[in-house]
């Protein structure tokens, strides 16, 4: 089994993800984001596949995505973003 592990968590992903997992509206995001807190937790992917649910290669998958890309490249919730963000992201002048 190849064995991949989550990189370092910076100090906000870590915040992010631990919401992200207690999240019951989307059970997607919330097993992602378990997938990751228990890979740096120390568990190998066998322990991950077997509490998760998920195929080895999915949680491989999943843990290959965050380290390429962080959070944001795999769990879109922009209800964690605050709302100047979104302001700024929706005006074309930046949120005047």
Known sequence: ????????????????????????????????????LLSRG???NREITERVGYTAAWVRQIIRR????????HHVVPVLLPLCSFM?????LGGS
Do not use: Y
């Not at 064995?3 to 919330?30: C, D, F, I, Y």
């Not at 965050?66 to 490249?73: C, E, K, L, S, Y």
């Not at 700024?88 to 074309?92: E, G, M, R």
């Open 42 to 44: 120390g568990l190998c």
């Open 1 to 36: 089994m190849d064995k991949v592990v989550a990189r370092k968590l910076r100090p906000w992903e870590g915040r992010m993800l631990h919401r992200l997992k207690r999240q019951l509206s989307n059970t997607v995001n919330s097993r992602h984001a378990r997938v990751i």
């Open 66 to 73: 965050f380290n390429d890309g962080g959070p944001g490249r």
């Open 88 to 92: 700024a992201i929706l005006s074309p």
